[in-house]
């Protein structure tokens, strides 16, 4: 119903930037309005992290206490893409980023009450290594 494809990742110094993108394809007369976004990050041996989410709409977001300031996302609704803007990189944030769709009605009001098993589509994940 959803296919999701990120983009961006790579290698990047400490306190340097990446822009991460996700493409969404859309199946079975859905529009990307009908979804709120969000961007998760796992580290091998750790859990599945939300890093970023975002409305439906796009008027409304929530980031993680410890990317706050640093971390930018959005969504171009005519283009069906979710963006990551990713500065002030710090070694710890190596990780693979992964964006995930919910559908509408998963997508509550207060958006830092949603978690990772309210995204019922994933993408294959994009890594992100910060490394001098």
């Known amino acids: 119903e959803v296919q999701l494809v990120e983009s961006g990742g790579g290698l990047v110094q400490p306190g340097g930037s990446l822009r991460l993108s996700c493409a969404a394809s859309?199946?079975?007369?859905?529009?990307?309005?009908?979804?709120?976004m969000g961007w998760f990050r796992q580290a091998p041996g750790n859990a599945r992290d939300r890093v970023a989410l975002?409305?439906?709409?796009?008027?409304?977001?929530y980031y993680a206490d410890s990317v706050k300031g640093r971390f930018t996302i959005s969504r171009d609704n005519a283009k069906n893409t979710l963006y990551l803007q990713m500065n002030s990189l710090k070694p710890e944030e190596t990780a693979m980023y992964y964006c995930?769709?919910?559908?509408?009605?998963?997508?509550?009001?207060?958006?830092?009450?949603?978690?990772?098993?309210?995204?019922?589509?994933w993408g294959q994940g994009t890594q992100v290594t910060v490394s001098s």
């Open positions: 859309i199946e079975n007369g859905n529009t990307y309005t009908s979804f709120c």
């Open positions: 995930a769709a919910a559908p509408a009605r998963y997508c509550s009001v207060t958006l830092e009450t949603m978690t990772s098993r309210s995204y019922a589509y």
């Open positions: 975002i409305s439906r709409g796009g008027t409304q977001t």
